[in-house]
């Protein structure tokens, strides 16, 4: 996948270090790691605004797309725009997974499923250390 926005991995931990992001926050935009459920500071918050990448600060989702999925990570139900997100097939750990990152920089958000009660039936199931809010 080329991306618009390409850096090393010292470059990546230097900005993510320099916005003060979570100490995870490397290992799963970077490496597609994953944080615990329900760790994350965003899995509750239910304030209006928006979520954006946190690498590269690109608009994600919207508050009013975000549910209680009940999975402990933040759960929405479409994207910010049609673009904003890249799905690639992920088959890690023996599974077949819809694995999504930021369009622009590459960054491993977390995965979709099929599975949403909303109009879309989709749930973007989300890493908070991925993201950043913005409150309105």
């Known amino acids: ?19 003060g992001a979570e100490p995870v926050a490397f290992e ?7 944080e615990r459920a329900f760790t994350g500071k965003y899995e509750t918050v239910w304030a209006d605004g928006s979520y954006h990448c946190m690498c590269c600060g690109e608009k994600l989702f919207e508050s009013e797309t975000k549910f209680d999925a009940g999975c402990g990570w933040p759960s929405f139900s479409k ?41 879309t039936g989709l749930r973007y199931c989300m890493n908070s250390a991925s993201l950043d809010f913005k409150p309105v």
């Open 1 to 19: 996948m080329t991306t618009k926005i390409e850096k090393t991995d010292a470059e990546w931990k230097a900005l993510l270090a320099e916005k």
């Open 28 to 34: 799963v935009t970077r490496h597609a790691g994953t």
């Open 79 to 119: 994207a910010a725009t049609p673009d904003a997100i890249t799905e690639l097939v992920d088959h890690k750990y023996g599974m077949r997974r819809t694995e999504t990152v930021c369009t622009n920089c590459g960054a491993h958000l977390g995965h979709v499923f099929n599975d949403g009660p909303s109009e």
